[in-house]
């Protein structure tokens, strides 16, 4: 996958092979990849210094075809499901399991830390969507796919899974909360699937899409409503929850949310402000006082137009991270197993990698009732 500039993407037979470039670097060949709604904020053209040529792609798992001299706990041949966070495994930050936020994995911020495939602002590494991509620091992030997991399910345990279910976490569910989801993409589909794993006694998600909404009532076996036909959906939600507002929010919807005039000319089309943040407004006014707000939604660099002055007169506390997927995994695989989530459920797309064109321009303008799309390169298909 080669980007050419926002709304451009294609499929290049010319690309680099990736290379080992460091004793401890894997080359995985890709057997699957996705597409993320994180991938459309840089083909929208919303974020910083992503640059022509490079391969997007932070999802994807494959067999390793080659490690450097001091990868001990990969072999060649292994399946390997790979988080998109890319982590030293030893600094302050991964010590403490935020393998999100490693401090030596991107040299160019001091907020995230290094992601496959998501632009210089997050480390310039080359993603997935490929046959072939440089894993780093392999001993750390990838994990051999267990033999009785479907590779469907391992390919949404890179980030859908943990990220859905570290929204639900950061939300500190109590036993009976009313959990409010903004949100029925993929990323909030999983939230709401997971905050019933946390005790949450009613689910409700917020879209204006009307096939994702009827998706998610039947998987997370939730309420769901369309923004459109509530006219204020804070007022709904306060209504609906006695005037007292939800327990917890999340926002899974980040920067490209729908909904307001006022940020959608500001955010998305003059870029005033890094995006639309109208989805969190709402969450930030719709969760009671005391509430916890709980964001996965990816918001830029740059400063955006939300009620600050709400979140310190209701006493709010925010939580918010891009998902530490590796320390989710030995938890998420157990109730992947045991059947309490199916992640391979969402996917609605599988597309020859070659297509990867066609592919973004589905997801982006949610045509065909599409989901989740996986992209598979030819040596996987034979
Ligand atoms: N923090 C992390 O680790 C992490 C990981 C993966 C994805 N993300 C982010 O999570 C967000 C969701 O990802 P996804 O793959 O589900 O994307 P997606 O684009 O498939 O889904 C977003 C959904 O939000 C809906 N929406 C738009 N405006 C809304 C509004 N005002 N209120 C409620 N819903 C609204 C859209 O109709 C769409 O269904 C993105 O911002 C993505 O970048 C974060
Ligand atoms: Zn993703
Ligand atoms: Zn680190």
Redesign the pocket.
């Known amino acids: 996958m080669n980007y050419r500039g926002p709304y451009r993407v294609r499929a290049d037979r010319n690309m680099p092979m990736p290379r080992i470039e460091h004793s401890g670097d894997a080359i995985v060949r890709v057997t699957r990849s996705c597409i993320?709604?994180?991938d459309?904020?840089l083909y929208h053209g919303m974020v910083p210094d992503t640059r022509i040529g490079t391969t997007f792609g932070h999802e994807f798992i494959g067999v390793v075809e080659e490690v450097g001299p001091d990868v001990t706990n990969l072999k060649v041949g292994d399946n390997v499901l790979v988080p998109?966070n890319i982590a030293c495994g030893e600094c302050v930050f991964c010590e403490q399991q935020l393998f999100?936020n490693c401090h030596e994995s991107n040299p160019e911020a001091t907020a995230v830390g290094g992601i496959f495939g998501y632009s210089h602002t997050a480390g310039g590494y080359d993603g997935g969507q490929a046959e072939y991509v440089r894993v780093p620091y392999a001993d750390v992030g990838p994990l051999v796919i267990p033999e009785d997991m479907d590779h469907d399910d391992a390919v949404l345990l890179t980030?859908?899974v943990?990220?859905g279910y570290?929204?639900a976490e950061m939300a500190g569910i109590k036993p009976g909360d009313t959990v409010v989801v903004?949100?029925?993409?993929?990323?909030?589909?999983m939230a709401a699937k997971c905050a019933w794993l946390f005790g949450a006694g009613r689910v409700i998600v917020?879209?204006?899409?009307e096939y994702?909404l009827e998706f998610v009532k039947n998987y997370a076996q939730c309420e769901a409503y369309n923004?459109r036909s509530l006219e204020d959906?804070v007022l709904f939600i306060k209504k609906t929850t006695d005037w007292i507002g939800a327990d917890v929010c999340i926002d899974?919807?980040?920067?490209?949310?729908?909904?307001?005039a006022f940020h959608t000319i500001t955010g998305r089309k003059m870029m005033l402000q890094s995006g639309?943040a109208?989805?969190l407004h709402?969450a930030i006014n719709a969760v009671k006082k005391g509430g916890i707000v709980s964001?996965?939604?990816?918001?830029g660099p740059t400063g955006n137009i939300i009620p600050i002055g709400n979140v310190v007169n209701k006493g709010l506390t925010l939580s918010?991270?891009?998902?530490s997927v590796k320390r989710h995994l030995p938890k998420l695989i157990e109730h992947v197993r045991a059947g309490r989530i199916d992640p391979k459920a969402i996917v609605t797309h599988r597309v020859p990698l070659e297509e990867v064109a066609d592919a973004y321009h589905i997801?982006s303008a949610?045509l065909d009732n599409c989901?989740?799309t996986i992209l598979i390169p030819p040596s996987a298909r034979k």
């Open positions: 993320c709604g994180s459309l904020h998109f999100g980030d859908v943990p990220t570290q929204a903004f949100g029925a993409g993929p990323i909030g589909i917020i879209d204006h899409l994702r923004f959906p899974a919807v980040g920067c490209e949310a729908a909904g307001s639309s109208i989805a709402w964001i996965v939604g990816v918001y918010a991270n891009q998902a997801f949610k989901i989740k």
